[in-house]
């Protein structure tokens, strides 16, 4: 004959352990997943701040114009900084694509088809600026910016494949390996920017 005490006492030290293992699984998928919500954010907030420059610049009180930091330009050289300029935004809003996708994914806003849809369509856009930032000659003076661009256009399409490896095997593991490559390409573009487009002014 079983004990009733001993029954009541084993239940008593079981159910606490199974209930403390469920809640510590529970706890670690979900701190896994602030992590990742967490970095997939700050590679927003790092290319967004590019491109709220201009807009914090004009909702700003009127005051002067500050005067770029930079030395006058040649005519070779500002000629440059306008050609570039034109493809600087289609690199930009494939770098916002990719990091917006990445975010909606995560957060199931958006499907693995329209995730895929959006990283091979700034993928596309990306080769196509490469091509045409390598058509371009740069001055002797700016060949470093010109080497640093395609630098950045480059990270970019690197951490674009990686994305889209999220569309093989389902595994978030992948945008966390493509963040570091889209945070070092938007910081080559700052600074390309602090070079040739001081406050993200358009070139004359």
């Known amino acids: 004959m079983v004990d009733s005490g001993s029954v009541s006492s084993t239940t008593a030290v ?3 352990g199974r209930s403390g293992s469920r809640s510590f699984v529970r706890a670690t998928l ?5 992590i990742v919500l967490a970095v997939v954010s ?3 907030v790092a290319l967004l701040r590019e491109g709220t420059t201009t807009l914090h610049s004009s909702s700003a009180a ?8 930079r030395h006058a330009f040649s005519p070779a050289e500002e000629a440059y900084a306008q050609a570039l300029w034109t493809i600087h ?8 694509t990719l990091t917006f996708s990445g975010l909606r994914y995560k957060l199931k806003q958006a499907d693995a ?7 091979r369509d700034a993928s596309r856009n990306l080769e196509q600026a490469d091509t045409r930032v390598r058509a371009l000659t740069a001055p002797p003076s700016l060949d470093s910016v010109h080497a640093e661009y395609l630098d950045a256009v480059n990270l970019f399409r690197r951490s674009a494949a990686e994305m889209l490896k999220v569309t093989t095997d389902r595994s978030d ?6 963040y570091p490559l889209s945070q070092e390409a938007s910081e080559k573009l700052l600074r390309v920017g602090d070079v040739i ?5 358009l070139p004359n």
């Not at 935004?89 to 916002?96: C, I, L, Q, T, W």
């Not at 088809?113 to 990283?119: I, L």
């Open 173 to 178: 593991d992948h945008l966390l390996a493509a």
């Open 197 to 201: 487009w001081p406050g993200e002014y």
């Open 30 to 34: 979900l701190t896994g997943g602030l």
């Open 42 to 44: 700050v590679l927003a």
């Open 113 to 119: 088809r329209e995730f895929e849809t959006g990283v």
């Open 14 to 16: 079981d159910a606490p």
């Open 89 to 96: 935004g289609d690199v930009k809003r494939a770098a916002y």
């Open 62 to 69: 009127p005051r002067p114009s500050p005067v770029p930091s």
